[in-house]
């Protein structure tokens, strides 16, 4: 089976402009939640979906949004991008229901804001 | 709110050898569930172990095993027979058992393992 899969692996945007992330959860698994991983710290929650429905905020500002598809697939929107906004964005799926669990990680996308 | 805490910022231990990576965290809350993530340079975060608070006995998973210590909210992360694989970023994480499925990472601890 395919694990998480984010597309792009790396993006170079300027400030000002808006971003797409995508995110495509393991086989089975409802729940999406995005992180962004700043250099040299851990990841930070930006948002929970789970049966398109958000689940769970982080302390973001509103530039940052997010939804969830038919088919679970995710996107993580980012409008008015500064330069603070350079991170790892990592997407992870979960089957909701099992904490226990955890998560499983896709590779993330570096974007890079100039 | 939950905070981890990760004091170690860098360790290295030679291969073959035993190495642990410490965690605390602190938390209101009387069940809980903790992780240890490895994050290797291609920067997928694996989950190598986990804990869940109302169990008392240490989790274990091969050369992987945990020191949790609940009434000190330590969560510590022991490595036997390091190998140069396990040469990564360690994150130790937290996750309440109710409400938001959130994890609440630490800063976490680079790995060096020397040959």
């Known amino acids: 089976d395919a694990g998480v899969t984010q597309s792009p692996t790396h993006l170079i945007k300027t400030r000002g402009q808006h971003v797409t992330l995508r995110c495509s959860p393991i086989?089975?698994?409802?729940?999406v939640s995005w992180y962004q991983q700043v250099l040299g710290q851990g990841p930070q929650f930006i948002f929970q979906y789970y049966e398109k429905e958000e689940r769970g905020r982080g302390n973001f500002p509103d530039r940052f949004s997010a939804r969830q598809f038919p088919n679970y697939s995710s996107e993580l929107n980012v409008n008015a991008l500064l330069l603070g906004d350079s991170a790892l964005y990592l997407c992870?799926?979960?089957?909701?229901?099992?904490?226990?669990?955890?998560?499983?990680f896709g590779s993330g996308t570096r974007l890079t804001v100039v | 709110a939950q905070t981890v805490t990760q004091s170690q910022p860098e360790m290295s231990v030679q291969e073959a050898e035993t190495v642990t990576l410490s965690c605390t965290y602190d938390?209101?809350?009387?069940?809980?569930?903790l992780f240890w993530y490895k994050q290797p340079p291609s920067r997928q975060m694996i989950l190598v172990i986990r804990?869940?608070?109302?169990?008392?006995q240490n989790a274990t998973e091969n050369r992987f095993s945990v020191n949790f210590q609940k009434a000190a909210k330590s969560f510590s992360l022991k490595i036997s027979d390091s190998q140069l694989g396990d040469t990564a970023m360690y994150f130790c994480?937290?996750?309440?058992?109710?409400?938001?499925?959130?994890?609440?990472f630490g800063k976490g601890t680079k790995l060096s393992v020397i040959p």
């Open positions: 992870a799926s979960s089957l909701l229901g099992n904490r226990d669990y955890g998560y499983t």
């Open positions: 938390t209101s809350e009387n069940n809980y569930y």
């Open positions: 086989s089975g698994h409802k729940s």
């Open positions: 994480a937290f996750m309440r058992s109710t409400g938001s499925y959130q994890l609440t």
């Open positions: 804990q869940e608070a109302y169990k008392q």
